[in-house]
């Protein structure tokens, strides 16, 4: 038998996903952590699921995010785009966590320096040391059968913000269209657009408003960013229809909700009817 080795980061950027994560054997909280300008650190908790034991390599990571909100590694920020790596630390840069173990990493602030006014971002990545293994076998019956054997070593990061000054961003949201690839598959696509030197995060909920008033839900996703520096970003809503709401009669409300104890409405739409 004949093996052929190929190795795969299997990278997970934490941006869309709720509160706490799990990936593997891995779980993360928060899956973010916002620093204000007075804030010195902040905790981010690890504990192993699994039934052995596991060892995750930590390092900073850069990113930005492109219009369809998918990330790009970068060496030198774009214009408008501070990186947070520069004044923050982490420690400790390996865990390793026995079965049903858990650990803090702290993230702490090492500059004292004054700084521009403006969102620092940069991603803390966990990395396994041990590869997850999966071996898939060729088309061929022969005895001389060539394997491919994949080591994918699992990456998980999340964002880490420091927000300096009294920063604000504002959102409209605008350009909507349906999209149905089926007669069960419908979705609410349109954009995001942001400005100011503060990202969004929020919640999307898309409600039925029938002509007695009666409020149903039809769609929701939680934990949506726009990261700064970009203005502009395109997201779909999948759409469900429950027995009893007719969705092309009376109204559709979409709204952008912050994740805060305020529950800020970011923005909001009345959705053209199908």
């Not at 403006?118 to 059968?145: C, I, N, V, W």
């Not at 759409?239 to 909700?257: C, D, F, K, Q, S």
Request: zero cysteines; aromatic letters at 8%; glycine letters at 6%.
């Amino acid at each position: 038998m004949k093996y052929a080795g190929f190795w795969i980061v299997l990278l997970l950027l934490l941006t869309d996903l709720n509160q706490s994560f799990a990936q593997g054997d891995l779980m993360i909280y928060p899956r973010r952590l916002v620093f204000g300008s007075s804030q010195r650190s902040m905790d981010v908790t690890l504990a192993n699921s699994g039934t052995d034991s596991s060892t995750y390599a930590l390092s900073w990571k850069n990113y930005r995010m492109t219009s369809s909100g998918q990330f790009t590694e970068i060496t030198e920020p774009d214009s408008g785009q501070y990186l947070a790596d520069e004044i923050l630390r982490f420690f400790p840069r390996e865990v390793t966590l026995a079965p049903g173990e858990s650990q803090k990493v702290k993230v702490q602030r090492i500059s004292n320096r004054q700084l521009p006014e403006g969102e620092y971002r940069s991603h803390l990545e966990f990395r396994s040391a041990k590869p997850m293994d999966a071996t898939t076998p060729s088309a061929s019956e022969e005895q001389d059968q060539i394997q491919t054997q994949l080591n994918m070593h699992l990456a998980i990061t999340i964002p880490v913000i420091m927000e300096i000054g009294s920063i604000t961003a504002q959102v409209e949201l605008k350009n909507v269209t349906w999209i149905a690839s089926d007669s069960k598959s419908l979705q609410l696509r349109f954009d995001i657009h942001r400005s100011g030197k503060k990202s969004s995060y929020g919640d999307f909920t898309l409600t039925h408003r029938s002509a007695d008033g009666k409020m149903t839900q039809v769609g929701l996703v939680k934990g949506v960013a726009v990261y700064a520096p970009i203005k502009k970003r395109s997201y779909s809503v999948p759409v469900t229809i429950p027995a009893g709401v007719t969705i092309n009669e009376g109204e559709l409300i979409l709204e952008y909700i912050s994740q805060t104890k305020r529950k800020e409405i970011l923005a909001s739409l009345v959705v053209p009817l199908k």
